[in-house]
T-cell receptor, first 113, second 114 residues
Framework: QQQVKQSPQSLIVQKGGISIINCAYE??????FPWYQQFPGKGPALLIA?????SEKKEGRFTISFNKSAKQFSLHIMDSQPGDSATYFC????????????FGTGTRLLVSP | EAGVTQFPSHSVIEKGQTVTLRCDPI?????LYWYRRVMGKEIKFLLH????????ESGMPNNRFLAERTGGTYSTLKVQPAELEDSGVYFC????????????FGQGTRLTVV
């Protein structure tokens, strides 16, 4: 049973466009929702994270939108650049104080020049 | 400052053999986690150490997997005997002892069992 469902599996966006990746979760005990970015040959790196007390968080070109009632959250990449081409993972964890993360299956993003 | 380091980067072994993966966390990080990604699927939690103690090993697939963390420093994950379904990328992550300290991931070890 997959606790965090992520879509799409892959995404092609033109340079300058908006990339949108969606995630949905089941466990209402989740209270921390990070997004990780992974380049080939590297490990996942924290990109941006949100807690359910806010509906949106923005850091530069990256924005997380969070809908607690729908149990959904999404990552928006504005003005997408070829350097953003990577695999993106959404994740969630409960309020245990530790990083026991439940990941989505990942989205492979390709930003075409 | 050095990041999380994993050895080896790749390992190809035959079914039934033993493999040991190693993780060196960021110095001073008390929390160490092992995760695994089977091809095309999600990254799954395996276990969590706080210093040298196992805090949570609920994600370990079966008793063929043994994790240790000697003296609260580096950690090893041994698979014995390896099966085909153990193939995947094994990630190690570490985080400091603070509330929700960010977890830093290593580059992973790609294990292929043939």
């Amino acid at each position: 049973q997959q606790q965090v469902k992520q879509s799409p599996q892959s995404l092609i966006v033109q340079k300058g466009g908006i990339s949108i990746i969606n995630c949905a979760y089941e466990n209402t005990a989740f209270d921390y929702f990070p997004w990780y970015q992974q380049f080939p040959g590297k490990g996942p790196a924290l990109l941006i994270a949100i807690r359910p007390d806010v509906s949106e968080k923005k850091e530069g070109r990256f924005t997380i939108s969070f809908n607690k009632s729908a149990k959904q959250f999404s990552l928006h990449i504005m003005d997408s650049q070829p350097g953003d081409s990577a695999t993106y993972f959404c994740a969630a964890s409960e309020n245990t104080g530790f990083q026991k993360l439940v990941f989505g299956t990942g989205t492979r993003l390709l930003v075409s020049p | 400052e050095a990041g999380v380091t994993q050895f080896p980067s790749h390992s190809v072994i035959e079914k039934g053999q033993t493999v040991t993966l190693r993780c060196d966390p960021i110095s001073g990080h008390d929390n160490l986690y092992w995760y695994r990604r089977v091809m095309g699927k999600e990254i799954k939690f395996l276990l969590h150490f706080v210093k040298e103690s196992k805090q949570d090993e609920s994600g370990m697939p079966n008793n063929r997997f043994l994790a240790e963390r000697t003296g609260g420093t580096y950690s090893t994950l041994k698979v014995q005997p390896a099966e085909l379904e153990d193939s995947g990328v094994y990630f190690c992550a570490s985080s400091p002892w603070t509330a929700r300290g960010e977890a830093f991931f290593g580059q992973g070890t790609r294990l292929t069992v043939v």
